[in-house]
Nanobody
Framework: QVQLVESGGGSVQAGGSLRLSCVASGTILRINTMLWYRQTPGNQRELVAHITRDGESAVYIDSVKNRFIISRDNAKNTMYLQMNGLKPEDTGVYYC??????????????WGQGTQVTVSS
């Protein structure tokens, strides 16, 4: 079994920072692409950023460019999202997602349970 667990959410004022973490555990052979999604109030879940397996390439949605930084530590099976210059519109539930090959050589997409980020003006 594979699990993803997010942490690091909370409440901050506009302009503040938070660092989200996503830890993968279980019978993992390899973690491929890792992604951060969010669901803001009244909207569908959207992809915020993703990072390649080697961590060399990352892509962001326009609204978070130059404010958020995605990274990963493969030795710890962990992905991070450093969020700076937070805005009220960043408020929502943040989810991690990862494409993982387990030790039975089965590859699938896994989701964490989500962590709440609230930004007040």
């Amino acid at each position: 079994q594979v699990q993803l667990v997010e942490s690091g959410g909370g409440s901050v004022q506009a302009g503040g920072s938070l660092r989200l973490s996503c830890v993968a555990s279980g019978t993992i052979l390899r973690i491929n692409t890792m992604l951060w999604y969010r669901q803001t109030p009244g909207n569908q879940r959207e992809l915020v950023a993703h990072i390649t397996r080697d961590g060399e390439s990352a892509v962001y949605i326009d609204s978070v460019k130059n404010r958020f930084i995605i990274s990963r530590d493969n030795a710890k099976n962990t992905m991070y999202l450093q969020m700076n210059g937070l805005k009220p519109e960043d408020t929502g539930v943040y989810y991690c997602n990862a494409n993982i090959k387990d030790r039975a050589s089965v590859t699938g997409d896994y989701w964490g349970q989500g962590t709440q980020v609230t930004v007040s003006s």
